[in-house]
C-alpha cells in the first residue's frame, strides 16, 4: 500500500515541474495617473490544476482572475496564446499613484514554488500646468540691497530642472541655491542690486524628460530705486550784462522731489531766478565772476549735488578771442579785403564769358543761319521736263478772264441768259501768282462789274 502511494507521488512531480514561466516581465515605466500594464508568459499551464498569482514584494495582489486586495483600481485575466499550454497573465493598475511604485512578480503556487523574476514598476510624474511660479523677496529695491528671485516647482520622480535666465543669458550656478521643502523645490536666485538692473527682467524655465519643451515664469522690470545723479549744465559761454541759464540735470528712481540752488558768495534775490531744474542769473556783472553755484536734487531715497564755477566774461572779449590781437585784426581785414577782391574778380569774368557767349551766338544767327535760310526757302527752284530740259517758269503771270454771273449788278445791254431769261452780268478777273518755290500762292483779283472795279 505504502509503495503505491509512492509510485503516484513520483509520477506526480514530473507533471508539477512541467510548468514554467517562459521569460522573466519586463519593467514598466508608468505614468501618475494613467494605467499601468505589467505581463507574465506562462508554458504548459493547465488552468484546471495549476495556480498562478500576483505579487508585490510579500503581498499577494491575485489569485488566477481574482484579486485578493481591496484595490478597486487592480484587475488581472489570464489570456490565452496561440499554442498549446501558452498563456499570459496579465496585471493591470489603474489610475497610478506614487505607492504603486515597486517590484512585482508572477508565482505558481505549487510545490516547489515557481517565480517569474521580478518586474520593476516605476511612476513618473508629470508637473502641474501652474508649476513653474516665479516670485520676488520685494517689490523694490535700493542699491546695495540683496536681491532675492525665487523659482518653485513640484517635488517629482523623475526631478524637474530649473534653471535662472538674466536679460537672456543664462546665471551662474554659483548664485544659485535649491531648497526642498512640502514635497515643492525652490531655485533661490540672489544679487546685489545695482542701478544697471533698473528694469531688467528674469525668466526661470523648467525641463523634465518626462514632457517635451520648455515650460517659464518670469519677473518683468526689476524697480531698483537710487539716489539722484546731478550735473549743471549750460549752453554757452557767460558775458556780463547779458542773462545767462543753467539747467540741472539729473537722473533718478524715484524721480526728484525737489532741487535747490546754493551760491558761494550769496548772491542777492534780485540777481537769479531759480525755478526746479532752471537757474537765471540775471546780467551778471563781472564782480561775479568766479562765484560757485551748487544744485542739490533730492528724492525718496537721498540727495545728491553738482557743484560749477562760474567764468564771466566781458563783451570786448568776444571779439578778441575771435580776432586775436590788433595785428591779428589787420591781418583779418586784409584777408576779408583780398576775399572780397577776389570775389569781385570773380564776378567779373562772369560777367564777360556772359557777354561774350551773346556775342557769338547773334554772329552766328546773321552769318550762318539767315544766309541759310534765304537760299534754302528764298531761291527759285529750276523745273525740268521729261528728258531733262530746263522749262522756263515766269515769276508773275496773268490771266483775264470774262464771264457772266446770275447774281449782283445787271446789264440790260447783254442779252437775256438762256436758263432764265434774265440779263447777265459781265465780269472780268485778273490775278497774278507769285513763284510756287516759296510753297505758297497769293493771288490779287481785280473784278470790274459792269464797269465798277472790285479789288
Same mark, same amino acid.
Given at each position: 500500500m505504502h509503495l503505491i502511494e509512492g509510485l503516484l507521488i513520483l509520477l506526480q512531480l514530473p507533471i508539477g515541474l512541467t510548468v514554467r514561466f517562459d521569460a522573466k516581465p519586463k519593467?514598466? &515605466?508608468?505614468?501618475? %495617473? #494613467? !494605467?499601468?500594464?505589467i505581463n507574465c508568459f506562462l508554458g504548459d499551464f493547465i488552468k484546471e490544476k495549476h495556480i498562478? /498569482?500576483?505579487?508585490?514584494?510579500d503581498l499577494k495582489l491575485s489569485q488566477q482572475n481574482e484579486v485578493i486586495v481591496f484595490d478597486k483600481r487592480i484587475s488581472v485575466?489570464?489570456?490565452?496564446?496561440? *499554442?498549446? %499550454?501558452?498563456?499570459s497573465y496579465v496585471l493591470l493598475i489603474h489610475d497610478l499613484i506614487l505607492e504603486d511604485e515597486g517590484d512585482y512578480h508572477c508565482q505558481i503556487d505549487e510545490s516547489p514554488i515557481v517565480s517569474s523574476g521580478i518586474a520593476r514598476l516605476t511612476i513618473l510624474q508629470i508637473p502641474s500646468t501652474k508649476y513653474p511660479k516665479c516670485k520676488k523677496s520685494a517689490n523694490t529695491y535700493v542699491v546695495g540691497s540683496q536681491v532675492k528671485l !525665487?523659482?518653485? /516647482?513640484?517635488?517629482? /520622480?523623475?526631478? =524637474?530642472?530649473? &534653471?535662472?535666465?538674466?536679460?537672456?543669458? /543664462?546665471? $551662474?550656478?554659483?548664485?544659485?541655491k535649491t531648497e526642498v @521643502?512640502?514635497? $515643492? =523645490?525652490?531655485?533661490?536666485?540672489?544679487f546685489i542690486a545695482k542701478k544697471s538692473n533698473n528694469d531688467d527682467s528674469f525668466m526661470c524655465q523648467q525641463r523634465t524628460e518626462v514632457v517635451p519643451g520648455i515650460h517659464n515664469c518670469s519677473i518683468q522690470n526689476l524697480n531698483i530705486q537710487y539716489r539722484p545723479e546731478v550735473k549743471i549744465q549750460h549752453t554757452s559761454a557767460l558775458f556780463a550784462g547779458s542773462d545767462a541759464i543753467l539747467f540741472c540735470q539729473s537722473f533718478a528712481n524715484p524721480p526728484v522731489t525737489e532741487f535747490k540752488w546754493m551760491f558761494t558768495p550769496v548772491l542777492n534775490v534780485n540777481e537769479y531766478i531759480a525755478d526746479g531744474q532752471v537757474l537765471t542769473l540775471i546780467k551778471p556783472s563781472i564782480a561775479r565772476n568766479g562765484t560757485r553755484i551748487t544744485c542739490l536734487a533730492e528724492n525718496n531715497i537721498g540727495a545728491s549735488t553738482d557743484t560749477m564755477t562760474v567764468h564771466i566774461t566781458k563783451e570786448g572779449t568776444l571779439e578778441k578771442n575771435i580776432y586775436g590781437n590788433n595785428n591779428d585784426s589787420k591781418n583779418v581785414s586784409k584777408t576779408? &579785403?583780398? !576775399? &572780397?577782391?577776389?570775389?569781385?574778380? #570773380?564776378? =567779373? @569774368?562772369? *560777367?564777360? =564769358?556772359i557777354i561774350v557767349i551773346v556775342l557769338v551766338v547773334i554772329i552766328v544767327v546773321v552769318v550762318v543761319i539767315i544766309p541759310v535760310y534765304y537760299h534754302c526757302f528764298c531761291k527759285t527752284r529750276t523745273a525740268t521736263d521729261s528728258s531733262g530740259r530746263e522749262i522756263y517758269q515766269p515769276t508773275v503771270y496773268y490771266d483775264s478772264r470774262n464771264r457772266t454771273s446770275n447774281s449782283g449788278l445787271y446789264d440790260c445791254s447783254l442779252p437775256h441768259l438762256p436758263s432764265t431769261g434774265l440779263y447777265g452780268h459781265w465780269r472780268h478777273s485778273f490775278a497774278s501768282q507769285v513763284p510756287e518755290d516759296l510753297n505758297q500762292q497769293g493771288y490779287v483779283y481785280i473784278d470790274e462789274r459792269n464797269g465798277q472795279n472790285t479789288l
Amino acid at each position: 500500500m505504502h509503495l503505491i502511494e509512492g509510485l503516484l507521488i513520483l509520477l506526480q512531480l514530473p507533471i508539477g515541474l512541467t510548468v514554467r514561466f517562459d521569460a522573466k516581465p519586463k519593467d514598466v &515605466n508608468g505614468y501618475e %495617473g #494613467k !494605467t499601468a500594464k505589467i505581463n507574465c508568459f506562462l508554458g504548459d499551464f493547465i488552468k484546471e490544476k495549476h495556480i498562478v /498569482s500576483w505579487w508585490k514584494y510579500d503581498l499577494k495582489l491575485s489569485q488566477q482572475n481574482e484579486v485578493i486586495v481591496f484595490d478597486k483600481r487592480i484587475s488581472v485575466y489570464l489570456d490565452d496564446l496561440p *499554442y498549446a %499550454g501558452a498563456y499570459s497573465y496579465v496585471l493591470l493598475i489603474h489610475d497610478l499613484i506614487l505607492e504603486d511604485e515597486g517590484d512585482y512578480h508572477c508565482q505558481i503556487d505549487e510545490s516547489p514554488i515557481v517565480s517569474s523574476g521580478i518586474a520593476r514598476l516605476t511612476i513618473l510624474q508629470i508637473p502641474s500646468t501652474k508649476y513653474p511660479k516665479c516670485k520676488k523677496s520685494a517689490n523694490t529695491y535700493v542699491v546695495g540691497s540683496q536681491v532675492k528671485l !525665487t523659482c518653485i /516647482s513640484e517635488l517629482i /520622480s523623475p526631478p =524637474v530642472e530649473l &534653471n535662472w535666465n538674466h536679460e537672456g543669458a /543664462s546665471v $551662474l550656478p554659483i548664485s544659485i541655491k535649491t531648497e526642498v @521643502s512640502d514635497d $515643492l =523645490v525652490y531655485k533661490h536666485y540672489t544679487f546685489i542690486a545695482k542701478k544697471s538692473n533698473n528694469d531688467d527682467s528674469f525668466m526661470c524655465q523648467q525641463r523634465t524628460e518626462v514632457v517635451p519643451g520648455i515650460h517659464n515664469c518670469s519677473i518683468q522690470n526689476l524697480n531698483i530705486q537710487y539716489r539722484p545723479e546731478v550735473k549743471i549744465q549750460h549752453t554757452s559761454a557767460l558775458f556780463a550784462g547779458s542773462d545767462a541759464i543753467l539747467f540741472c540735470q539729473s537722473f533718478a528712481n524715484p524721480p526728484v522731489t525737489e532741487f535747490k540752488w546754493m551760491f558761494t558768495p550769496v548772491l542777492n534775490v534780485n540777481e537769479y531766478i531759480a525755478d526746479g531744474q532752471v537757474l537765471t542769473l540775471i546780467k551778471p556783472s563781472i564782480a561775479r565772476n568766479g562765484t560757485r553755484i551748487t544744485c542739490l536734487a533730492e528724492n525718496n531715497i537721498g540727495a545728491s549735488t553738482d557743484t560749477m564755477t562760474v567764468h564771466i566774461t566781458k563783451e570786448g572779449t568776444l571779439e578778441k578771442n575771435i580776432y586775436g590781437n590788433n595785428n591779428d585784426s589787420k591781418n583779418v581785414s586784409k584777408t576779408k &579785403n583780398t !576775399t &572780397n577782391m577776389t570775389e569781385d574778380s #570773380k564776378g =567779373v @569774368s562772369l *560777367y564777360v =564769358v556772359i557777354i561774350v557767349i551773346v556775342l557769338v551766338v547773334i554772329i552766328v544767327v546773321v552769318v550762318v543761319i539767315i544766309p541759310v535760310y534765304y537760299h534754302c526757302f528764298c531761291k527759285t527752284r529750276t523745273a525740268t521736263d521729261s528728258s531733262g530740259r530746263e522749262i522756263y517758269q515766269p515769276t508773275v503771270y496773268y490771266d483775264s478772264r470774262n464771264r457772266t454771273s446770275n447774281s449782283g449788278l445787271y446789264d440790260c445791254s447783254l442779252p437775256h441768259l438762256p436758263s432764265t431769261g434774265l440779263y447777265g452780268h459781265w465780269r472780268h478777273s485778273f490775278a497774278s501768282q507769285v513763284p510756287e518755290d516759296l510753297n505758297q500762292q497769293g493771288y490779287v483779283y481785280i473784278d470790274e462789274r459792269n464797269g465798277q472795279n472790285t479789288l
